[in-house]
């Protein structure tokens, strides 16, 4: 059973001149979390406070994250919440589900995938050094469909050692590319 949150009805959508020329708009509450979009409609940010007026305009004269950012401000949907913990959970849910590109704090990913995205990670490289070990085996006798080449008077036959051992490269790069196969359709 999951967690079921969404952000609440009670919001209003503010541009930069209504934030700083319209104070009687948070005059009933002045706390909640807001959502700052950009240019491109965005969301740039998601924030929480006590006092959303302050906040924001901070954050319009460039203040901590916004810093170099704020000419790209067009748009703050504010939430009003009183309650500190529900301010918390929907801040940190706004986060994680409109994936603002200033916040770095309360990003949370998915486990399971972070890892499999690393196995995917470790298995390219093992064939990569597989493949490697495999080509300086057989030198330049190998073709791309995997077969031995054709060997003239003038270069040296494998020996069985190399043979049995190529066998096993073979077999090993097979496993590992199903492998990787398996790990993308995952992912």
């Known amino acids: 059973m999951g967690i079921v949150i969404s952000l609440p009805d009670n919001h209003i959508e503010l541009s930069p001149i209504d934030i700083r020329k319209k104070k009687y708009l948070f005059d009933s ?7 700052i979009y950009d ?3 965005l969301v740039m940010y998601v924030g929480k406070s006590k006092h959303l007026r302050n906040r924001l305009l901070a954050h319009l ?5 916004t810093n170099g950012h704020a000419d790209k401000i067009v748009k703050v949907r504010v939430y009003f919440v009183e ?12 986060i994680n589900t409109l994936k603002p590109w200033l916040n770095s704090a309360k990003v949370y990913h ?14 390219e490289l093992v064939i990569r050094d597989l493949e490697e070990e495999r080509a300086m085996i057989i030198g330049d006798d190998y073709t791309k469909d995997g077969e031995y ?13 190399e043979t049995r051992k190529l066998a096993e490269l ?4 097979k496993e590992n590319k199903t492998k990787l196969t398996r790990l993308k359709a995952v992912s």
């Open 29 to 35: 509450c002045d706390t909640g979390i807001y959502v």
């Open 39 to 41: 240019m491109e409609g």
């Open 61 to 65: 004269r460039g203040r901590d994250v």
């Open 83 to 94: 309650d500190r913990l529900e301010r918390e959970l929907y801040e940190t849910y706004a």
């Open 110 to 123: 998915d486990e399971a995938l972070v890892h499999i995205e690393e196995e995917i990670a470790e298995t």
């Open 149 to 161: 080449g054709h060997f003239d008077n003038s270069q040296v036959y494998l020996y069985s050692e």
């Open 170 to 173: 073979e077999s090993e790069i």
